[in-house]
């Protein structure tokens, strides 16, 4: 319950206790390890996990955790072995798959990373999270009509989704039509005016940087970014 209400310290200090007290509990070690990964201390959270391991060596979300810390702390191999096993324990774990398919995406094995997102939205067709990365991924192998589709699949879900509207201008950009591309980037920055600074650096929108219309909506954004953030909370 402590977790869940994110009282981490009060939390970590109970499940020390916890675990002086029974060291055999897998648990407690697996709360302990929670708790310390939500304050960021990944190097104690690792330690907990693998603890959790030795008792319970089957638990494939336990190994799904200790990949998430190894990813935090730069060691992506052995962030893959432990999601291999993970996924080996349990095949069609969603946040196993999903973590996979990031560090696929992160190691540019685009094909392998689509396979696995594909897989997910096979039981999972609204899963926002999988349909962004799928879009992305798709972006990388230059197929934007695709791309896009899967845009259109998260704004059917949810039409607010900022992110949406700013990926499928992007790969609208990359198509060359200039019209629809300033249309969805003006509606995913009164959406969310903090992807202005995205913007701006946006690679994929560098051919529009002279077009009159975009340094217009650019300067509007920008301007009503900063008045924004100059306000009294």
Not at 71 to 91: F, H, M, S, Y
Not at 209 to 231: A, G, M, W, Y
Request: hydrophobic fraction near 40%; proline fraction near 3%; charged fraction near 30%.
């Amino acid at each position: 319950i402590l977790i869940n209400l994110r009282r981490n310290e009060e939390a970590i200090e109970v499940l020390r206790r916890a675990v002086e007290i029974n060291p055999e509990d897998w648990s407690s070690w697996d709360n302990l390890g929670r708790a310390l990964f939500n304050l960021g201390k990944y190097e104690e959270a690792l330690e907990c996990f693998e603890k959790a391991l030795k008792i319970n060596p089957d638990n494939h979300e336990l190994y799904y955790l200790k990949g998430l810390t190894l990813v935090q702390l730069g060691r992506i191999e052995d962030a893959e072995n432990a999601l291999n096993t993970a996924l080996r324990l349990k095949p069609d774990y969603t946040p196993s798959l999903m973590l996979k398919a990031e560090l696929l995406f992160n190691e540019g094995r685009y094909e392998e990373a689509l396979e696995i997102l594909n897989k997910i939205l096979v039981k999972e067709p609204a899963n926002i999270e999988a349909l962004l990365i799928k879009g992305l991924v798709l972006s990388k192998l230059n197929r934007y009509e695709e791309a896009i589709k899967c845009c259109d699949a998260i704004l059917r879900i949810d039409k607010n989704n900022a992110f949406a509207w700013y990926n499928k201008a992007c790969f609208i950009a990359k198509l060359g039509r200039v019209k629809e591309t300033l249309e969805y980037l003006r509606k995913a920055l009164e959406l969310d005016r903090n992807l202005v600074n995205i913007v701006m650096k946006d690679e994929d929108l560098s051919p529009l940087r002279s077009h009159e219309e975009f340094q217009r909506l650019i300067r509007f954004f920008k301007q009503s970014h900063i008045e924004s953030e100059s306000q009294p909370t």
